[in-house]
């Protein structure tokens, strides 16, 4: 070993008391040694420095020597470098196998011999140390070359081993060696290729090619077949005569392995599908050759309505189903020309071919709700129902860049959502509905300072005994434009921001004043309160809320009832839930019953005293029989639950009279009251059929003391 020419072996295995057993048996040849506990470590040694050897264990952790050593050969300045699998345990047939395809050069097995060990770290030593000195002017080659020839026969003794095919070639790239690795590479024996031309090797179509640096090319075996192979082809000067050393390896697996990177980089992993990077490629492609061709181009986005829904019913594992059964049924729907792309969570693009216009589109979309609209089996014991919601953008219309129209079709999509027609094209004011939307949020966040919140109180009517037992507190919005502003206008984008929790306390606290008011002047009532899902996010603070403002306007727990939306339960459902609802003692209703995904079980749990019958259901109930047929169901299963029933959106007597035919309890809507100003509605509990007398004995009344807080 030449002293200037310093050599390091790397010794890789996740046993430090192995790693010091290998270093005492290598520490006679006086090598420096350089250590590390698993693959991922060994990968950054080579990435730092070159070693002579490296001797590797097979078994560790995360990342076992065989991958180790092929991520090591990939780099090009490891891709020589001798690996040794040096192993404790008896090698079965196949390990040594899998081993040399990985790249080493050698495998020991224990028990390990430490003359056996030190003797072939010494001959790789040796060679690492040849080819640093081949790399030497071209002042140091005689020497090189004498050095060489004396140790000819040890080194031909290596490179029968190797797993590396070896070939040396006479100056004309005629073959003069073939190793037992070249033999085992293309099926030839020795003595068939000695004599014969290194381009015999390639395949017909590359043998036009005799590299001299390191190149890939494809190969060609005795028995026809064909592989890609790395060749490197070195110079070697041997005293007066040149000769070339051509180290060949089957990158096969290499290919492979890329293939899937680049593969696994386009696609989704969970349905196989394109996904945004190569979906975006492919429209830019797209939109290049609509330009050329002056033909439309369509591109639609859609999502799964309440898909959220699905994996908080049935669990995110069977939520993974359903996407790559959609995923499949889309696929199969649509035509080879279009390309389907997950874009992420459940939303999907579709990219229609050139020529495309919207007639076109738009019967692609319906396709696509058409075949989704068929029940999915997930799982053995689950059918869900799934529909879509579809944005539709064309090219040039509404944009000439991917960016554009996925944003365009995303706000297309997003209003068939809200308008529930299945499938929208995108118009100019869709994208001005968020500036909107935006502004509406900024004057938001200034409305309980600026007293602009009201309530309106809708009474509730019991029908067994036709008179007012309680009210339903309703939030209107005072809007600095002079308008009286519906919930449905404004709540949207208060249950999507942090205003959510401060809106509804100060409803929860306007509420219980209100009712303490009217409880001194002797009307004994209920008022309902609603709540949405992140008022009972964890950290919010819902249930001491709730208990210290009852408590400050000193209302019976039993005259709050807390109204709770199917989703809200669904969105919020802790284990801890039901029992900490029960403790609070306030009545819990089901708004909004049939339009959600409740679960049985769990409305079992909790203590629901009242479940409200849908208006959607309630409206037409004299007049649409599925709709009757929903609301007696509904009234029979809250029975059952032992809880009331209440039907929303009563607006005329036949509906009323109906309801009372079917045993519901309770009713509100237009027929009875339309939502009043609290003034106004202790006028009407007065003066209305279906009001209420005063029963209660009237304390000192809080009229004039409305600035009084709770909070």
Request: proline share 4%; net charge negative; aromatic share 6%.
């Amino acid at each position: 070993m030449s002293p200037d020419t310093p050599a390091t072996v790397l010794v890789v295995d996740d046993n430090a008391s192995k790693r010091l057993s290998i270093e005492a048996v290598l520490e006679p040849l006086g090598l420096t040694m350089f250590e590390a506990g698993s693959g991922e470590a060994a990968l950054h040694a080579v990435m730092d420095q070159t070693f002579a050897v490296i001797l590797m264990d097979v078994n560790m952790p995360d990342m076992d020597g065989y991958e180790t050593a092929r991520l090591i050969r990939m780099r090009r300045e490891a891709e020589h470098t001798p690996i040794i699998f040096v192993t404790a345990q008896s090698a079965d047939e196949g390990q040594i196998p899998v081993a040399y395809a990985s790249g080493a050069v050698d495998f020991i097995t224990g028990p390990i011999v430490p003359e056996v060990l030190r003797a072939k770290v010494s001959i790789f030593v040796e060679l690492f140390l040849k080819s640093r000195e081949l790399e030497r002017s071209l002042s140091d080659m005689t020497k090189l070359s004498n050095r060489f020839r004396d140790s000819e026969a040890r080194t031909s003794a290596v490179l029968e081993n190797v797993a590396d095919g070896i070939v040396t070639l006479d100056g004309n790239g005629l073959i003069e060696s073939f190793n037992r690795a070249a033999t085992d590479l293309f099926g030839y024996a020795e003595r068939e290729m000695i004599g014969q031309p290194f381009k015999s090797l390639l395949a017909p179509d590359r043998r036009a090619e005799f590299v001299r640096e390191a190149t890939e090319s494809t190969a060609m075996r005795k028995d026809g077949s064909t592989f890609p192979i790395e060749v490197d082809l070195s110079d070697v000067q041997l005293g007066a005569r040149s000769i070339h050393i051509g180290c060949l390896r089957d990158i096969s697996e290499r290919h492979e392995y890329t293939e899937l990177l680049k593969h696994q980089a386009l696609h989704d992993d969970l349905t196989g599908l394109p996904n945004r990077a190569l979906f975006g490629d492919r429209v830019e492609h797209a939109i290049l050759a609509s330009a050329r061709t002056d033909e439309p181009l369509a591109l639609l986005v859609l999502d799964l309505d309440d898909f959220k829904q699905v994996n908080d019913t049935l669990g995110h594992h069977l939520g993974d189903v359903l996407l790559k059964l959609v995923a499949a049924r889309l696929v199969t729907s649509l035509r080879d020309a279009d390309t389907v792309a997950r874009l992420g969570g459940d939303e999907f693009g579709v990219l229609l071919p050139g020529g495309t216009d919207l007639a076109g589109a738009a019967s692609v979309a319906w396709k696509i709700q058409k075949a989704l609209g068929r029940p999915f089996a997930v799982g053995s014991n689950h059918t869900v129902d799934v529909r879509a919601s579809i944005g539709i953008a064309l090219v040039p219309d509404h944009g000439d860049n991917i960016d554009d129209l996925l944003r365009r079709a995303d706000l297309a999509m997003y209003d068939a959502k809200r308008s529930g027609g299945g499938y929208a094209t995108f118009a100019s004011e869709q994208e001005a509905a968020p500036a909107r939307r935006l502004a509406l949020l900024g004057n938001l966040r200034h409305c309980i300072e600026r007293n602009e919140l009201v309530l309106h109180y809708q009474p509730k009517i019991d029908l067994a005994t036709r008179e007012t037992i309680g009210v339903e507190a309703l939030i209107r919005w005072n809007h600095p434009s002079g308008d009286l502003l519906m919930p449905g206008q404004f709540m949207r984008e208060v249950e999507s921001s942090e205003l959510m929790v401060p809106i509804t306390e100060w409803v929860l606290n306007e509420a219980l004043h209100t009712l303490r008011i009217w409880r001194d002047e002797g009307y004994d009532l209920t008022i309902a309160v609603n709540f949405g899902a992140r008022s009972l996010a964890e950290g919010s603070g819902f249930f001491e809320t709730v208990n210290r403002m009852t408590d400050t306007w000193g209302i019976p727990r039993d005259k709050l009832t807390i109204e709770l939306t199917e989703s809200a339960l669904l969105d919020t459902a802790g284990p801890d839930l039901p029992a900490q609802l029960e403790q609070m003692g306030q009545r819990l209703s089901i708004d909004d019953f049939g339009t959600g995904y409740s679960s049985l079980l769990y409305l079992q749990r909790l203590p629901v005293v009242e479940i409200k019958a849908d208006r959607s259901f309630v409206t037409s109930l004299a007049t649409v029989e599925d709709d009757a047929v929903i609301v007696r169901s509904t009234i029979d299963l809250a029975h059952n639950l032992g809880a009331r029933v209440v039907a929303e959106g009563v607006e005329d007597e036949a509906t009323m009279d109906l309801l009372i035919e079917y045993g519901c309890d309770e009713a509100q809507g237009f027929h009875f009251s339309h939502p009043l100003p609290a003034d106004a509605l202790v006028e009407w509990l007065q003066s209305s059929p279906f009001g209420l007398p005063r029963r209660l004995h009237r304390g000192p009344s809080l009229t004039g003391t409305r600035a009084l807080t709770a909070t």
